[in-house]
Structures are given as structure tokens and as C-alpha cells.
């Protein structure tokens, strides 16, 4: 942590929450694994064609979501990176294309964060719903 210490206070911030997002991408990365395994095992217990449309409309949500992941993740990255050689004094701050650069990442997390709630509510209740069907008409 020295090494981020020579940072000024709105850069130590960008920094900080840098990590926390990076954190974040990783949670959401490691969840849409489990979406997209999830949806294939229910794709092969649907016959209903209206489930199968439903779950491939999803599955095509959340491959967008995994692009746009990756490529959030890259941006983070270089930001990071940035932040890094700053506080180690390689290069110049230059709190003005931080400042930017945040503001670009916050948008683009609170898009792919209020996306990924979206899709994986779909996703349950689209599952649970078809669960309970399938129940009733094996009971």
C-alpha cells in the first residue's frame, strides 16, 4: 500500500473503487458461468416452445453481457494500470483523464450491474415458474 500512497485523494478514490469494481466483474464473470450452465440444463428438459424462446432470448442476453464484461474488464484494467504507475511515480497524475475514464467505468458498471439483476430475475423466475409446471404434471 506505499506504493499508493503518493497518489492524491481523488486518484487514491478512483483507485480504490477500481479494485472494488474489478472485484465485482469478477463475482459477475463466475455468475454468468453459472447462468449460462443453468440455461443449458433446463434447455434440455423444456418441451414448452414458449420456455425455449423465453431461455434462448436469455442466453442471447447474457452472452452480450459477458462481451460487455470483457470489455469493461480491459478498460478497468488500463485504469488500474494508470492509477499504478502514477502512484509509482513512472508517469505524470493527470487527474483530468482519470476523472474521465471514472466517469465512463461508472456508467458502465451501473449498466452491466442493473443488467446482470435484470436477466438473472428473468432467468429465476422463468425457471422456477417452469419448475413448478413440471412438478404438477409429474405429480
Given at each position: 500500500m506505499q506504493v499508493i500512497n503518493g497518489l492524491s485523494f481523488?486518484?487514491?478514490?478512483?483507485?480504490?473503487?477500481?479494485?472494488?469494481?474489478?472485484?465485482?466483474?469478477?463475482?459477475?464473470?463466475?455468475?454468468?458461468?453459472?447462468?449460462?450452465?443453468?440455461?443449458?440444463?433446463?434447455?434440455?428438459?423444456?418441451?414448452?416452445?414458449?420456455?425455449?424462446?423465453?431461455?434462448?432470448?436469455m442466453l442471447n442476453q447474457l452472452n452480450r453481457l459477458d462481451k460487455d464484461l470483457k470489455n469493461t474488464?480491459?478498460?478497468?484494467?488500463?485504469?488500474?494500470?494508470?492509477?499504478?504507475?502514477?502512484?509509482?511515480?513512472i508517469i505524470p497524475e493527470n487527474s483530468q483523464a482519470l476523472a474521465g475514464k471514472q466517469v465512463e467505468l461508472e456508467y458502465m458498471m451501473a449498466d452491466i450491474t442493473?443488467?446482470?439483476?435484470?436477466?438473472?430475475?428473468?432467468?429465476?423466475?422463468?425457471?422456477s415458474s417452469s419448475m413448478t409446471d413440471i412438478k404438477y404434471v409429474t405429480d
Open positions: 481523488r486518484s487514491l478514490q478512483y483507485y480504490v473503487i477500481a479494485r472494488k469494481w474489478t472485484s465485482d466483474l469478477g463475482f459477475f464473470d463466475f455468475e454468468c458461468s453459472f447462468l449460462h450452465s443453468l440455461i443449458a440444463d433446463f434447455v434440455k428438459r423444456f418441451n414448452e416452445d414458449h420456455a425455449l424462446r423465453s431461455l434462448m432470448d474488464e480491459q478498460i478497468l484494467y488500463q485504469q488500474t494500470r494508470q492509477l499504478e504507475l502514477m502512484a509509482e511515480d442493473a443488467r446482470f439483476r435484470r436477466l438473472k430475475a428473468e432467468l429465476y423466475n422463468l425457471l
